[in-house]
């Protein structure tokens, strides 16, 4: 079954420490974003991908960094500047073409800070 | 700029009850509209979408109806569930390639 799979499920970051979530996708979609998730509220876009090696920052991507070297994958890195880490990040992927098609989610990281 | 906006939560109805979740929206161009659904500590996932003025779209027993004169794509079900406590976004999507999600509206339904 084709999908998107984000891993790990939880993740926990000490100070000053550098953590990157991981997302793969088989669905053959050319976009591929980033979401912050804060308890009770909605999603904001942290970075977005529509083509391998060219991704633009969303609206919060201060504190965090991406890189899109394949198709399928799109890893989110949390970094150290980031102060406030701790929320639920969801991955999704998406067609660029057609705008009657939705975007597909994955199951979403949650990182705490230890 | 594109924008969704849903009915603050949270809802709580009782089982069997109806249910209306509240989506109006402001687009340049003709966009596509969605309901999406989130259960605790998942993804979303889509539950329902519309792609034309007056398209009715349905799933699980979820309707919503694509109203391009009162610019709106409210969400609808006859008779709630237990199971149907969850986060519901209502988004729309233009010719580019970013969706607009509302803020989400959260549903509890009580036995």
């Known amino acids: 079954d084709g999908g998107i799979t984000q891993s790990p499920k939880y993740l926990f970051r000490k100070e000053g420490q550098n953590v990157t979530l991981s997302c793969e996708q088989n669905l053959n979609h050319d976009a591929m974003y980033w979401y912050r998730q804060d308890p009770g509220q909605g999603l904001r876009l942290i970075y977005y991908?529509?083509?391998?090696?060219?991704?633009q920052k969303g609206d919060i991507a201060e504190g965090y960094s991406v890189s899109r070297e394949k198709k399928e994958s799109f890893p989110l890195t949390v970094t150290s500047a980031q102060k406030n880490p701790t929320a639920f990040y969801l991955c999704?992927?998406?067609?660029?073409?057609?705008?009657?098609?939705?975007?597909?989610f994955g199951d979403g990281t949650r990182l705490s800070i230890l | 700029g594109d924008s969704v906006t849903q009915m603050e939560g949270p809802v709580t109805l009782s089982e069997e009850a109806f249910l209306t979740i509240n989506c109006t929206y402001t687009a340049t161009g003709y966009p596509s509209l969605f309901w999406y659904v989130q259960y605790p500590g998942e993804g979303l996932q889509l539950l329902l979408k519309a792609t034309k003025a007056d398209d009715k779209g349905s799933n699980k027993g979820f309707e919503a109806t694509y109203r391009k004169e009162t610019t709106s794509f409210h969400l609808e079900k006859g008779s709630v569930q237990v199971s149907d406590s969850a986060v519901y976004f209502c988004a729309l999507r233009t010719g580019g390639f970013k969706t607009i999600f509302g803020a989400g509206t959260r549903l509890f339904v009580k036995a």
């Open positions: 999704a992927s998406g067609t660029t073409g057609e705008s009657n098609q939705p975007q597909h």
């Open positions: 991908s529509q083509i391998v090696n060219d991704f």
